[in-house]
């Protein structure tokens, strides 16, 4: 008897874990590969909840169970599209829903203000360099910290100043 009760579970899991999976899939056919990215802090909600979604509808009991996660990860999918859609008209819907980047280091000097602001460790300001294959800080040109939590480093001779529209500077 346990092991039938055990095999009806696991079975019930992959099965609704795969329709679950394949659902996404076909909404983000729909919607579009930027579905998923890390574009923007809304970007990145959205991926969160779809994962806490998947993981809900993967382990109903029951159709309703199932059913309202799926509605659930369709709702999430037209609140992206109508958000993305009003970004592009409106500067303040944009600025509402939009953090701007942050400019952290500059020609190889360290923006504190910025540093504590943000509340980004220094330590981990210098293990981004390090990803970043910075081996002396006056090759750094900048360092950004995106509108998703990313940290962009930019090393060389030169950087385009165009590079850095948008990004917020300390006064």
Request: proline share 2%; no cysteine.
């Amino acid at each position: 008897m346990f092991a039938n009760d055990t095999l009806d579970i696991v079975a019930r899991g992959l099965l609704l874990a795969v329709a679950a999976l394949a659902w996404v899939v076909l909404l983000v056919r729909v919607n579009g590969l930027r579905s998923l990215s890390k574009m923007t802090s809304f970007d990145f909600v959205m991926t969160i909840a779809l994962g806490s979604l998947v993981a809900g509808a993967s382990q109903a009991d029951n159709w309703s169970g199932f059913a309202q996660p799926l509605v659930a990860m369709a709702g999430l999918f037209l609140a992206q599209w109508g958000a993305a859609r009003l970004r592009r008209i409106s500067p303040a819907i944009e600025n509402v829903i939009q953090n701007e980047p942050v400019l952290l280091m500059r020609d190889g000097e360290i923006l504190r203000d910025a540093l504590d602001r943000t509340r980004v460790a220094e330590s981990d300001l210098f293990a981004k360099l390090r990803e970043a294959n910075v081996s002396d800080l006056s090759q750094v040109r900048a360092v950004v910290l995106e509108t998703t939590g990313d940290v962009s480093v930019l090393h060389g001779e030169t950087t385009s100043e165009r590079l850095l529209e948008g990004v917020e500077r300390e006064n």
